[in-house]
């Protein structure tokens, strides 16, 4: 149960880091075609965070399973 528990953090993770890294692009994309000055939105970088963030923690639990089931052989 745990490893799923750990497949489900990577994969929440990694989707939620991307989609903020989209919006990011996306935003400079349209403040260069504009010739405007972008400007960073601190709540995008902190998903981007939270979403690494959750994705290494999903490892680290994968990781730990690993160590476990090497261990009990």
Known sequence: MRVL???ALVVVG???????VQHLLEAGVSAD???IGGSL??????LVLAGVVTALAGLFQL???WER????R
């Open 5 to 7: 528990a750990g497949i």
């Open 41 to 46: 939105e601190p709540l995008t970088l902190i």
């Open 14 to 20: 990694t989707l939620l880091a991307a989609l903020a």
């Open 69 to 72: 089931w090497r261990d009990s």
């Open 33 to 35: 075609r504009e010739q």
């Open 63 to 65: 990781f730990r399973c």
